[in-house]
């Protein structure tokens, strides 16, 4: 008979990601250990659409039950074994003296915009802040900001050491994460519309360098447990930062319609999350929905960036360009407020600066100037 049914399974194995999954289904927490097996093991399923309807199950599923720290970071370190990588394992950035602000955003926002993150990255490496920008393809827009850069003539290389040569020139570098994580991303797919549990935090650990300072932006409104999150693999400041026009669409970014979730970290020390009309702050506005929604193309999306960069967009767009930019600024310095950082921030729109950095972007990564002259 044992020879008919086999072996009877040892006790100590791992379960089946199914003991899990009826605990998740049930509204049960799992320990860090155990997100981290259900992860791994989901990742490890050979058939793709197997995989796929799996992976939506786990990572949706423990959003929606309200994910625990300790779940968010074991599905997150389950995500980087499968390319044996660690975030504590990264070398520091080599500015010795200076200060870099990292930039990612969860992506899969409710209210679609232009890419806002891409030209703020570019306007405050034009004020003089060293930014380390996370950049990738779109899975739920017209272009994410890898698509966009590539339209612009940016040349997008895996070679950190040249990414940092392009830094070290024109204050950005812009690290493409699917050539950072490339095992993870055939296994991910790029089939995910709305914030899972990785989107509290996985997109800001995957530049390749440690940073001093990071701004992340997600499209949810929980930037209390996100903080929490990022705080578990980043030592040094950060702002955790989300808006809304409607409390039902958020944005990864700072906002200038509605209000701004914010919460950050500064010597160690948590502040309060705050709730803010930036808008009201900064003395611009009002703004409609409309005046900021993205229209279009991958196409069109560049050339809404470079109508940003030289002055031809909405006061909108370029306020919320901005502002976003500023918030940049105020990482990247000791001093500013973040009002004083919109005004330098504003006059490097004006005064073509930003333009200009853009181009030498093209320029210094060995980038195709021509592509970036079309829409000049």
Known sequence: MADLIGSIPSQEATPHFGAFLHRLNAGQNLTYTEARAYMTKVLAIADPRQRSAQLAVLLNGIMAKHPTIDEATGVIDAAFDLDLRRPAD??????????????????????????????????????????????????????????????????????????????????????????????????????????????????????????????????????????????????????????TPDNIRWIDEVGIIGETSVVGVRGGQRGQTRRLAMAEILGVGPYRTAEIAAHGTATDQARTVVDILAGRSTRALADMVAVNAATLIFLGSTTLTVPAAFEIACEALTSGAALNTLTQLVQRSGGDRGALGRWL
């Open 90 to 243: 990264r070398p520091e950035h080599p500015f010795t003296g200076e200060k870099v602000v990292a930039v990612a955003g969860s992506g899969k926002k409710g209210l679609k915009t232009p890419n806002i993150s891409t030209p703020a990255a570019i306007v405050a490496a034009a004020a003089g802040i060293k930014v380390a920008k996370c950049a990738s393809s779109a899975t739920s827009s017209a272009a994410g900001s890898a698509d966009t850069l590539k339209n612009l003539g940016v040349h997008l290389t895996s070679e950190v050491p040249r990414t940092l040569d392009v830094m070290a020139s024109c204050n950005l570098g812009v690290f493409e994460i699917e050539q950072m994580i490339p095992r993870f991303d055939a296994a991910y797919g790029g089939l995910f519309f709305a914030p899972h549990v990785l989107s509290l935090g996985f997109p800001a650990l995957l530049l390749p360098i440690k940073t001093d300072n990071l701004l992340y932006g997600i499209a949810h409104p929980d930037v209390d447990l996100s903080v929490e999150v990022l705080r578990r693999y980043h030592a040094g400041d950060m702002l955790v930062v989300s808006s």
